[in-house]
């Protein structure tokens, strides 16, 4: 692997607060190495700023490591950038060269209010999840056996598949209309296709789409944005899923 | 003061048992007047906040993330570990045990370890149950595997995302509580003292992350799961976020710090590329399953790893511990392969890293695959590919993890390694029951330090959070609260908050007023440095107390030359930092006067004055048979409690794994 050196232009959003307007802050980093993360280059950045006394960019982050879910860059139109199936805190400047401008911005929604620079609130997420993104078992341990209840392994796979989702948001940033459905989709679809969430799989799937409008995020109209930006490679069979799951509980709400 | 372990009497199999029958507990109406404040939401906090919801007490749940479901236990990898004995190849509660003991290097307390491993069945049950999709095989049954240190497979896993999976359940079950109302949850907020009043917790000082806002909550009991503090080394891998101050702060009050010098470096990680570094990625142990660790035989060999024919390459853990091979326990294994590149025959442009192989799994399970899918005489670059398919099944995420670092194919080239510091066994000393020597102060998780001696084995630690947090903390804070019914519960307007209240805005009014010229990020890559280069892999007298010098001009230098931008009264990630280096400054300094301290080498703790002829870890178990349990006096002042370790059950041996 060929390691090089660069020097960029980084036009970062700047906003003070959820109530102040933003707007691109323009400014220059030196000596870049194709080795360095995205946020590593982010740390030179903000070292850069405050040692000109100005205020660093806030962002969020924690993991470093694609997992947490926390990082959420828009980069050069692309929620977490150029690279697929990856996260802004994976992404590592061999993606970039000598010279080039990047474009950052916070993830742009109703339901994901701007807090500062780069950080959102995505509160609205884990409201989703306390309208049942959960299977109703106490936590006592005094359940059966583990292996009592075989599952199929392609099931069980399709289940972990769909449960990988970190629940980063890119699929709304990336989505025309704001919409939260394949986060949906993803835990919908990750307890369905088990037995352990099949006593309330319908009213399941009802609450959680309910709470979704309620939060300001938008209808989906199929346009895949979001498959193509998830960094977890959720597919897009999992909103269809959702939607007969949907049909499958509104029939029957009517029986 | 005297550490009153609280183990119950009895034999070693009947104690938590017994314990469960006799324990006090605390009626329905009574638990819904009491308020129990959990600081962390990971594997352990999550899960705590979870069942004492559910068991009807009032919760306040704290995390400084966005979200409780972003704790750092939601990166671990491998898998976690329950006497299941679904294989059949031999475990027992009682072999879960013995291994732990043994690869803690017998620096762990029996009683709590024994527990650990009867509870562990229970974790898998109630994960399942909870929707946590692990791995299973065709039959449909769950699928195990191995983990260093032990000859069984015991390892249920999730891929090589396990803690996801098992945090996304904890998390899962915490939000329906919230949902419910029997817990509230405070995310982005940061735990910066406890309020201790005659003795005992009664309260937390948090500040609110987004507007600066300091805050009071007043709790009948306080449960710290704050995680471990691995972060002091400034590389490691942990979460950027990860740190120590809600255990510094609770330390400063009173609570015990035991072994704070049990550091577990990991053997397996991604190595350092460049000064910018920010943090290292592991590569999960779960990986030497399937991977061979070798350096070339000759030094300075610049050649391809491919073109280094079989009897050119040493596979020194193989020849060295023919009986566990690859699968030896991580101090083992760091401590091999920073001898083996410390003698020069590192691989790589730094020649800091080892090879981890996975040329020989690739072709045993080609051939197994061709064999099932009836492919007769398949070429060898047919069971490549079929190889290939198996091992990206089984750790296609981590595969994908390390080439987005490094740029090079792992299934093409065996990976470079080298050892990062991953895990901290030393934490709040508590007893038995996870109380610390603060009443009302209880530390459940990483964040205490009591089930893993001096070595951590591997997919242990998340049997540990939540058989912390599901299964122990139910019943142990019942029994103590039980007498808590009779006391009024006191309000945030007791003067006693006043006084934290003050003296955590003091800290940061002082932080902001230093008005220096060097960040935060910097003072700490400098700490990190100290305590890598001399509280490390290997340690001795004269770097240690170079070390504590070091530290103290360091800390120093902090005081009067860092630099915070903006105000305290926003949304701050400089300001937070600061606070958190501040307290790993302190307890860096604790963590070398531990090690000086003791004259042994144990597990992660290896001290070149006591090794056997062969390099390997010389204890001294008649003088250091104990937990070293600090008391903090005054500023760079510590006094020394010791707890002694009994092993009734097991015999102390040299560890061997030959
Ligand atoms: C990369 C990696 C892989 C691992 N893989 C494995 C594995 O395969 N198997 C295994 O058994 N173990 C593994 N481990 C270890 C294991 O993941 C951790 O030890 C364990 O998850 C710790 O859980 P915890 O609940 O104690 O703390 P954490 O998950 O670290 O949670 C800490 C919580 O405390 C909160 N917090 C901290 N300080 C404050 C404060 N001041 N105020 C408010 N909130 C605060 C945080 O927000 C967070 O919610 C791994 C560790 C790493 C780093
Ligand atoms: S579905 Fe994908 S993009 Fe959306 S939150 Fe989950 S991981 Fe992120
Ligand atoms: S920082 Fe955790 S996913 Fe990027």
């Not at chain 1, 970062?12 to 102040?20: D, I, M, P």
């Not at chain 1, 409008?213 to 109209?221: N, V």
């Not at chain 2, 879960?96 to 562990?120: P, Q, W």
Request: charge should be neutral; glycine fraction near 8%; charged fraction near 25%.
């Amino acid at each position: 692997m060929q390691h090089y050196k660069m020097n960029l232009t980084i036009q970062v959003w700047r906003q003070k607060n959820a109530l102040e307007k933003g707007q691109f802050e323009s400014y220059q980093v030196k000596d870049i190495s194709s080795e360095m993360s995205f946020l590593e280059m982010f740390d030179v950045l903000n070292e850069q700023l405050l040692q000109e006394g100005k205020d660093p960019v806030a962002f969020d982050h924690d993991c470093r490591e694609g997992i947490c879910g926390m990082c959420s860059m828009y980069i050069n139109g692309k929620p977490h950038g150029p690279w697929q199936a990856n996260t802004t805190c994976q992404l590592h400047m061999r993606a970039f060269k000598d010279g080039d401008t990047i474009v950052v911005e916070p993830w742009r929604a109703q339901a994901f209010p701007v807090i500062k620079d780069l950080v959102v609130d995505r509160s609205a997420f884990d409201r989703i999840i306390q309208a049942g993104g959960y299977v109703s078992v106490g936590t006592s341990g005094n359940t059966i056996d583990a292996n009592v209840i075989p599952i199929e392994k392609q099931k069980a796979d399709m289940a972990f598949a769909a449960a990988m989702c970190i629940g980063c948001g890119a699929c709304v940033a990336a989505c025309k209309n704001s919409s939260a459905m394949l986060f949906l989709s993803a835990k919908v679809s990750h307890l369905s296709l088990l037995p352990q969430g099949q006593p309330e799989r319908k009213i399941r799937v009802l609450n959680m789409l309910n709470k979704m409008d309620e939060e300001g995020f938008g209808a989906c109209t199929n346009t895949n944005a979001c498959e193509a930006t998830c960094p977890k490679e959720i597919s897009v069979t999992n909103i269809a899923r959702l939607n007969l799951e949907y049909l499958n509980a509104s029939l029957s709400k009517q029986d | 003061m005297i550490l009153e372990s609280k183990i119950p009497e009895g034999s070693i199999e009947s104690k938590w048992t017994q314990y469960k029958g006799h324990c006090k507990l605390v009626n329905p109406p009574n638990k819904r007047k009491m308020t129990i404040l959990v600081i962390g939401t990971g594997l352990a906090g999550a899960s705590a906040a979870a069942t004492l919801g559910e068991l009807g007490y009032k919760v306040k749940a704290f995390c400084f993330q966005d979200s409780p479901r972003r704790a750092h236990s939601i990166a671990a990898q491998g898998g976690i570990n329950a006497a299941k004995n679904y294989p059949n190849d031999g475990d027992s509660v009682f072999r879960l045990f013995y291994d732990t003991i043994k690869g803690g290097d017998y620096r762990s307390r029996e009683a709590n370890v024994h527990r650990l491993a009867e509870v562990s069945s229970n974790i898998i049950d109630q994960c399942v149950a909870q929707g946590v999709p692990f791995a299973r095989e065709y039959s449909g049954l769950l699928s195990n595997r191995s983990f260093g240190g032990t000859q069984v497979q015991r390892t249920f896993y999730a891929a090589g995302q396990t803690g996801q999976q098992l945090l996304i359940g904890a998390y899962q079950a915490l939000e329906r509580q919230i949902a419910i109302g029997n817990v509230t949850m405070y995310n982005r907020h940061e735990m910066l003292d406890v309020v201790v009043k005659d003795g005992k917790a009664v309260g937390i000082i948090v500040r609110n992350l987004l507007d600066g806002k300091i805050e009071r909550f007043a709790g009948t009991a306080v449960l710290l799961c704050s995680g471990g503090y691995g972060n002091v080394f400034y590389l490691s891998t942990n979460a950027m976020g990860a740190n120590a101050t809600a255990a510094w702060k609770a330390h400063n009050k009173g609570a015990l710090f035991a072994n704070p010098c049990f550091t577990q470096i990991h053997p397996t990680c991604i190595p350092v590329s460049g000064e910018y570094q920010s943090k290292l990625t592991l590569m999960s142990e779960s990986l030497r399953n399937d991977g061979r660790i070798w350096v070339p035989k000759k030094k300075g060999d610049e050649r391809h790893p491919a073109d280094i024919p079989e009897d050119e390459r040493d596979y020194y853990l193989e020849r060295k511990y023919p009986a566990f091979g690859n699968l030896v326990p991580r101090d083992v294994a760091s401590r091999a392969a920073k001898e083996q590149c410390d003698t020069g025959l590192g691989v790589g442009t730094s020649k800091k890293a080892v090879y981890l192989d996975f040329g020989s799994a690739i072709e045993r399970y080609g051939k197994e695959k061709a064999h099932i899918q009836d492919i007769h005489n398949p070429s060898i670059d047919k069971i490549k590919e079929l190889g290939r398919i198996v091992l990206s099944e089984k750790y296609g995420n981590l595969f994908d993890m390390y080439m987005k670092i490094t740029g090079e194919n792992p299934y093409l080239q065996p990976m470079r390694i080298y050892p990062a510091v991953h895990y901290t066994m030393g934490g709040l000393w508590v007893d038995y029951e996870l109380q610390s020597t603060v009443k009302g102060l209880y530390v459940l998780g990483e964040a205490n330090f009591s089930d893993h001696g001096a070595n951590r084995l591997g997919a242990s630690s998340l049997m540990q959070g939540l058989a912390d947090g599901y299964f122990v903390i139910p019943y142990t804070l019942g029994n103590n609260l039980a007498q808590e019914i009779y006391n009024k519960p006191i309000s945030t307007d007791d003067p006693i908050f006043d006084i934290s209240e003050k003296a955590v805005r003091t800290q940061i009014e002082k932080l902001m007023n230093i008005k220096g010229k060097t960040s935060a990020d910097t003072f700490h890559k400098r700490l990190g440095k100290i305590m890598w280069d001399k509280c490390g892999m290997a340690r001795n007298e004269k770097n240690l107390k170079e070390a504590i010098i070091e530290i103290q001009a360091l800390k120093k230098e902090f005081w009067q030359d860092l630099k915070i931008p903006g105000s305290q009264n926003e949304f701050n990630p400089e300001l937070e930092k600061a606070g958190r280096i501040a307290d790993f400054i302190e307890l860096g300094e604790l963590m070398c006067i531990d090690a000086l301290h003791r004259n042994e080498s144990c597990g992660g703790h290896f001290r070149e004055e006591y090794q056997t002829p062969e390099g390997e870890a010389l204890r001294q178990d008649e003088q250091f048979s104990y937990v070293a349990a600090w008391h903090r006096k005054a500023e760079h002042e510590w006094e020394l409690f010791k707890e002694p370790l009994v092993f009734d059950s097991i015999k102390l041996a040299q560890r061997n794994y030959k």
